[in-house]
Structure formats: C-alpha cells, structure tokens
C-alpha cells in the first residue's frame, strides 16, 4: 500500500440489529471505519452485508443501536443527511437511473452541489449556465478518468452489466464524497473489468483519500485492496481485523473460508 | 319518523348500493391478482355488457321472429352477451396484455385507459348511444315488511341487488378456493416466473380470468342499468370502484366488499347530511376525497400488507 | 447531403449543452419559428388560425405540463383538465374583481392559482405512487369541478357556472382578431416551452427523472423527494392552468365548468403518451396529433357518401381511435412520436447508408 496516513474513526456503529418481520437481519454489530482506509465487508450470501451498508446511509432504519458519523451520535441516519455529510454509495444490483444518459447520471451525482433555484434555471441566464458548465467540467474529469468519455450521451439502460457498474461508481464519485459505500462493485465483471475497477478504486482512495467501505466476495480483491476487513455470518460478526488475520482465524475459517464449495480466489 | 330511523334508512340505501360498488371492484380485484393489471376498463365494460345485453334483447326479435314478450329472448340475449364478453376477453389477452408483457404497471394502466376508450366507443358504434331502460323484473319499490315492521323505506330492487352480489361474490370465492383454476390464480398472482416454472400456462389463467371479470360485469351492468338505465354516464360509476379499491386494498376479495359498503354508505350519508349545505351534488366526488384521505393515513388499504422497499 | 454535422466542432460544454447542438437543427428551428410568427399570420385564414393552430398550441402547453408531471417526474395524474379549469377561473376573477390589474398579470396569477391547486393534490404523492396516485388525481377532478360549478361566485353568479372571457387589452389595443389572439398564444407557448426545455436540461430536470427512474437511489444522492416531486405538481398545474386561460380567453371565449371535464384530462394524457414521454417536442407533436385527428376524421366522413353512416358513428369511431392508438404506441413505440422523429433524423444523418 502507497503512503496515506489511516486518520481517526469517522464512522462507528454500535450494537446495530435490524429485522424484516420475523427474519433478523443484523444481531447487535459494531464496527468502525477510520478515516482514509478501505474497509472491506465478507461473508456468505444472507449475511447481512448489504443491511449492514442500507443502515449506514439511512435506507433501512435500524431497529437498536447508535451511528456515530462525523463525531454525532444519531439512532438513525437520514438518507438526505447522510449524502450532505459527504456519503455517497454504490448498490448491489445497480440502482441507475435507466431513462437517462450517462453524463446526466453522473451531473445528478453533482446535484446537492448545486445552487441555482429552478426560476433561475427555468430561464437557463447567467448564473444558472455557469453552473451547469461548471458542474459539467467536474463531471467531464469522472467521465475522463473512468474511460467513458464515447458513452456520455448513451442512455445507461442500454450499456452492459460492466460498465453500468462503472457509471454507478462515476455518479458516487460525483459528490466528492469523504466516504465512499460500495456494494460489490465486481460482481459479475470479468477479470480485465475487475483490475480496471480496483484501479479506480485504489485511485480514488489514493489520491483523493477518500474513504471506502466496500462489500466484495473476491477473496483475492479484498485481501489486496483492504486495510482491515469485517466478516460477517447470519447477521452476526464473527471477525474483524486486517486480512491476514482474518484469513488465519479460525473461526473464519470454519464459517465461510474454508468452505469447500466455494473455490479459491473466488470464495 | 325520528331521526334515527331516517338515518338507519339513509345507511341501509348505502349500503346496499355499496355492494353494487363491490361487484364492479371485484371484476378489478380478480384481474389485478391475475395479471398484475389496474385495469381502468372494467368500467367500460360493465357499459358494453350492459348494452349488449339491451341491444341483443331489441334486434332478436327482427332476427328470430320470436315474440317480443317470449322468456327465450330473454336467455337468448343473456347468452350472447355472455358470448360477447368471452370474445372481448380473448381478444384484450392476445391484442393487448400479450404484447405488453413485463412492462412496467404504470403502462399497462394506460393501455387499459385506451382500452377503455375502445370497448366504449365500440359499445356505442354497434349499438347505438342512446339511452335504454332495462327491466328485470323487479319493482324499485319500497318493501311492505320492513316498512311494516320499522317503518324504514327499504327498496325491494336494492334488497334483490345485493342479494345477487352476495351470491356472486360467495360463488366466486368458493370457485377460487376450491377448483384447480383457482389454485392456479392464487400461485399466479403469488408469484409469475414461479407459476411459470411448475408449468402453470399464465396465458390461459389470463383468459379465463379476464372471462370471468367479464361476466361480473355483465351481471353489474345489468343491475346498474336497471336501475340507471344503460347509457354511458354507467362508466362513471363503475369509476368508483377505484376509491373502493384503495380503501380495501387490490388484492383482497373481502377488501373490495367492505370497500364497497364504506364507499356506498358513506357517500349516501354526505349526500343527505353536507348536500344540503353546499347544494347538492356531494356524491360526485365524495368517495375520491375519502379514499385520498385514507390513503394518507393508511396507504396500503384496510386489508393489504404493508411492505417495505427492499434494495 | 444537407444533414452533415462533418466541420462542427463543439470547442466548449457551451456548445454542447446547447438545446439544438447541430447547426442545420438550428437553422430548422429559426426557419419553423420565423414561419409561425410571420408566415402564418400573413397567409393563414381565420379557420386555420382559430380551429387548428391556436388549438394545437394550447394544448401543446397543457401536454407540456403533463409531461413535466408524468413523462418526466414519474408521477401519473388524471387530473390536468381541472387544473386548466382552475387557471381558467381564477384569470376570470381576476380581471372581474381587480379591473386595473393588466392581462398578463391576471393570466400569470391563473397560471399561480393553478399551480398552489395542484401542489394541494400533489401532496399525497409523499404517501402514495403509482395508479394509487392517479385515483388520488381522479379527486382533483371531480372536486374542483363540482366546487366550480356549485359555488355560483366562481363564475360571477352566471346560469350554469358559464364565463364569459373578458376583452384583453393592453395600452389601448384589444385582443379581437383571430391573428391577435393567434400571436398572443404563440408568445405564451414559445416563452414556456423554452422554461420547460430549460428546467429539463439543468439540475431540477436531473431530479425529476431520477426521482421518476429509481426513488431510493435519488434519495441516496440526496434528491428530497417531497419538494421534487410536489415542485413537479406545482409547476405542472401552473403550465395546465395557463393553458386553460388561454382556452378561455383566446379560443373558446365562453366556458363552463363541465368542458374541462375527464374525458379532457383523459386526451392530455393521450397527447403525453402518442408524442413521447420525457419529450417537449414530444407534447407539441403529442397535441397537435390529438386536436387533428378528430378534424382529420371528420372531413374524411363528410367525403365519404355517408348517408348509411349511423349517427354519432364519427365520434364514437374518434374513441375508438383513440384507444386504439394508445394501445399501439404503447406496444410498438412506447417513447411515441418524438421518438420516431429522432430515429428519423439518425436515419437522414447517415444517409446513404445504412449504418
């Protein structure tokens, strides 16, 4: 890893549980991320991992427990406040708005920077153009450094899996956010797409140091891009630590690791 | 006549003609479990099962020669409306909700607007617009007993309408509880790839449920036409079956009953208590506000589950 | 080989953000505007002016507004012919109560009155989406045009709620001729369809259609629903209402209640879906199909030698018509005819070839 000071926690969960009618979802989780690391979230299919990221950013409300962000205690995070404080994420089954471009995708990422009213929009003179130009350089650079700049017009409901995973990254990034929720952003992709998705992201992290909690089920990914992992199974943690602990507890092991049905590199 | 009775004869008026709302909401009920579809032509359809039933019944005795008084005319006229209802659903299954298979429901409710200008404007173009009376037999006159009895004005009509909707509706409940094609709809509207995949024919179940949505409103275009006379102002009231809807929620039977009850009651009792107070007219309009109201504070309806947004 | 865009380089996000990026497309559209505001008034005769033109442009205003609402922002209504009803009313109350107050004003606060109407009935939208909302519409509807025709004060205690449109005059010139009015609606229409073409291209246009294409994801980015989508109804209503004043004021002249009835609402929202969902140019051509369809169909009948046509056979042909088409372009051209234009276009652009 390239030199980039891991700063103070800025986000905390403390004793999270979460249920869907009678199914819990997260028994009592906490966990912490600190400021400019990646952190990375594991476990089996069902255990939790994408609740854990809905609760972080006010999708779903938990039913106990506190998030600490930013220093403020809250019982639940409001989905609005949670983007104003600079969170910005990905979904697991890509949550793109279809109808549109890929440039309008990303300039919506842009849009709480935003500040013209909708009259000074409306007559589209003087400051109203300036920003829009303004926000489209911003969005030009993530179109540029994302390889997309031949798709900007293209609606994203007729681009391939792959890169509507890059756009969705594209619209994340667009905020400028200090914190970065990415719900398996390689699902899915193939090897080259996959490198290509873990240089942006490293790059992201790197240069900008922006923080990133990643949920991913490449093994050989998390172990290389993670600073400290979570693992999680039947919405309970079961470890936490850098990877190679956690790759060698054996509890891990014993939950989701070793588990011979799921092959190496892609357990 | 104290004030009580007169208000227990105004809820029992409503009443009743609630469970006419309730028979037109039910045509909406089976077809939304079925295919998913809010289909805003059932309206539509209640007025072209109603006019074909009344057009049969004036052009079979030039086509037959039979007695214009004869009982055969009568079932005569019954079963080629039921026959039109049959075609009219199977053309809408293969012309319209085949096509537009997987496309978002907000589509398929605009498709079943145009469809409601169609079935309308073929309704008239072959029969003709003009207004018809329709007899059944049945005298909207006041019941001896019950006026006898609590001195209430209780219509003899309305007493036999709602007779006729609580069988239909009991019928229809027990068909789709105990037969295999009611089996099937509950594992439709349960879940369409998953039907599919046991080898359920989803196009079939369609049909058929589209048939029977179709006789419902054949059996509601006869008792509101007798009692309107059929002319197109029926579509309207069909329409308020919508607000009966969203107070009982689309997917429950019951719910489209008590719906009904609530809609009818409480719209005869604005009408006799605010009317007065704003000149009249209170009933136009009175269910749509109520179901909005009620929307607000319990948006999935009286009977519907509620259910969170999963991402 | 006209249609080239070889040797146009957009040098600046200026450029390329411009409404007609293309130089021939703006060329088109000066010629087309030039044509609407000096051709038509020289050449066209009164039943063009008053019959078709004049029409189409009102009702492409009132399927701009529904497009706002639906096309863009997601959310369906069945209710727009209220909200023109509103407009319509209140510009006539207006002009009634406060004589002094100068036309445009008064069409201005019609349009406002409107929009606060339709904010009222956007309000459930917190609450509610989908067909659930358009029931919710179906109340606007009926309510507004019942508390119109009962409350005898809207229409200045007239017979039946009916209104008669003021004269409109502006420093000492009266709107009178069909060419006068023509222009008048020609000014309004181009003005706010420029507002619409703008709120869709910047960050409020963004909104709406994130919040129409995936709500939990446009809350995520930090879109509030609530004000999107009730600044939607809002500014939706406002275009309706000021299509109902000029229905009133430069077309009908004489309205009540019942002309802006469902059956009104039903055909705006036909314009919407046969133009193209999501389009400005969409509504106009949305409109200008549904006013001259009927037209079209009557003048084919009368030709026909149609004395074994069954009475009323042309109307309700009409409705058939109607449905018929919706069902056909949601099946086979759901984006409508905006998007046949474009594919049209792409077509000329590559033009002789295939590809």
Redesign the interface.
Known sequence: MAARAIGPVMLELRNIALSFGGVQALRGISFDVRQHEIRAIIGPNGAGKSSLLNVINGVYVPQQGEIVFQGRVRRRMDRHEAARQGMARTFQNIALFKGMSVLDNIMTGRLLKMRCNFLQQALYWGAAQREEIAHRARAEEIIEFLEIEHLRKTPVGRLPYGLQKRVELGRALAAEPCLLLLDEPMAGMNVEEKQDMCRYILDVNQELGTTVVLIEHDMGVVMDLSDRVLVLDYGRKIGDGRPAEVRADPLVVAAYLGNPSMPEGHA | MSELQFFAEVLTGGLLSGLLYALVALGFVLIYKASGVFNFAQGAMVFFAALTYVGCLEKLPRWTGLAADSVLLVWLALLLALAAMLLLALAIERLVLRPLVNQPPQTLFMATIGLAYFIEGLAQGVWGANVRGLELGIQDVPMDWVLDHTGMIVSRFDLFAAGVAATLVTGLALFFRHSRVGRALRAVADDHQAALSVGIPLATIWRIVWAIAGFVALVSGLIWGARNGVQFALTYTALKALPVLILGGFESVPGAIVGGLIVGASEKLAEVYIGPWVGGGVESWFPYMLALLFLLIRPEGLFGEKHMDRV | MLYREAGQFKS???D??RIFPLRQDRHAFWALLAAAYVGVPLLANDYWLQAILTPVLIFSLAALGLNILTGYA?Q?SLGSAAFMAVGAFAAYNFMLRLPWMPFPLAFVLGGVTAALAGLLFG??SF??K???L???T??AQ??II?VL???PWFSNYSSSGVITAQVLSLAGYKFLTPVSKYLLVLICVSLFAL??K??T???????W??V???D?????????LMPVKL?AFA?SSFYCGLAGVLYAYCYIGTVEPEAFS?DLS?RI??MV?VGGM?SILGSFLGAAFIVLLPIGLDHILSALPGAWL????GS????????????FF??VE?QGLARLWQIAKEKLRLWPFPH
């Open positions: 600046s996000y200026a390329d953000q997601g369906l309000l459930p609450r509610i989908g067909y659930y358009a029931v919710a179906l109340a009926f309510f019942w025709t009962k409350f507002a619409a703008n709120m291209r910047c960050a409020i246009g963004r909104a259609m994130a129409r294409d995936m939990v994801a446009a809350s995520v980015v930090g879109i509030r600044l500014v469902l039903f929202l036909f879906i999501g069954p009475a009323g056979f309700n042909l009409q409705l058939m018509l109607f449905g018929g088409l919706i069902i949601l099946i759901p």
